[in-house]
């Protein structure tokens, strides 16, 4: 089976998404030692460090650890499901979306095989601002493959919403 070119880019989108989520991860446990730190203000209140071993999946739901390998298990077949969905790919958005995706599956996973857990260190928890008189801020502590995945979900929906306009735009100029 011959690999489309387009398909590589999404494998380099996922290779480039787990470098650099395991060298960011490796500098905050090595070089900066956070593990014992806990916590290192940076641009406080915007923007710290903050070490959290994340045994759920994101956000840390579930976090119990009990579903490690299950969740490990669930996240490899979702990455080798989005490598065989690039092979069928034709747009650049979705090839983009399907590596970030991909990319951050499996930087986590490489963690909870690793390590039991995930780990997680983008601290935006202290700025908040006011709905009203309520007041919201960011409470999660996340990680690079965690922003890779959610940015490439949004990318998905993103190209979604672009391929059925193209679709219905098609249509037309075919009706008339």
């Not at 119990?64 to 490598?83: E, H, K, M, T, Y």
Request: one cysteine or more; glycine letters at 12%.
């Amino acid at each position: 089976m011959k690999i489309p070119r387009i398909a590589y880019a999404a494998y380099g989108f996922a290779l480039f998404v787990i470098v650099l989520d395991q060298l960011t991860k490796a500098w905050i446990m090595g070089g900066l030692d956070l593990r014992e730190l806990g916590h290192i203000q940076v641009l406080s209140p915007l923007f710290n460090l903050t070490w959290v071993e994340n045994r759920g999946v994101s956000f840390g739901l579930f976090g119990d650890g009990s579903g490690r390998w299950a969740l490990s298990a669930f996240s490899i077949a979702v990455a080798g499901v989005l490598g065989w969905w690039a092979l069928k790919a034709d747009r650049r958005l979705l090839i983009t979306a399907i590596g970030l995706v991909m990319g951050g599956a499996l930087g986590n996973v490489i963690d909870r095989i690793r390590f039991g857990y995930v780990v997680d260190f983008l601290d935006f928890s202290g700025p908040h601002f006011f709905l009203g008189s309520m007041k919201i801020n960011f409470p999660w502590i996340f990680n690079v493959a965690d922003s890779a995945i959610c940015i490439g979900v949004v990318l998905l929906i993103l190209d979604s919403v672009r391929a059925e306009q193209e679709a219905k735009v098609g249509l037309a100029a075919e009706k008339s």
